[in-house]
């Protein structure tokens, strides 16, 4: 099992950013690809980026391509979401994600956080 923390969302304008991160219990074949997904309320679970633990090959979402970077700290198990030029369509609860294929697709992934929401306002 893997256990995954998400922390770093909150409230801030349009044009602000943020910094989330998520960190897991412990790092094995289970979390070859740590993953961000977001949702807003009332659609589906979106990915947004993608970072293989091992190599740090990334990948991201078009919506948010220039404006996030995900990245990681292996010693601490710990994969950040750099979050700038952040839009009120940003808008969203948050979850990071492990799994063992690369994939932007939520139903590739095993494990899963709580979630943490952030909110861009106009």
């Known amino acids: 099992q893997v256990q995954l923390v998400e922390s770093g969302g909150g409230s801030v304008q349009a044009g602000g950013s943020l910094r989330l991160s998520c960190t897991a219990s412990?790092?094995?074949?289970?979390?070859?690809?740590m993953a961000w997904f977001r949702q807003p309320p009332g659609k589906e679970r979106e990915g947004v980026a993608v970072?293989?633990?091992?190599?740090?090959?990334?990948a991201y979402g078009d919506s948010v391509k220039g404006r996030f970077t995900i990245s990681q700290d292996n010693a601490k198990k710990i994969v950040y979401l750099q979050m700038n030029s952040l839009k009120p369509e940003d808008t969203a609860m948050y979850y990071c994600a492990a799994g063992v294929r690369w994939s932007l697709a939520p139903s590739d992934y095993n494990y899963w956080g709580q979630g943490t929401q952030v909110t861009v306002s106009s």
């Open positions: 970072i293989s633990t091992g190599g740090g090959s990334r």
């Open positions: 412990r790092y094995s074949s289970s979390t070859s690809y």
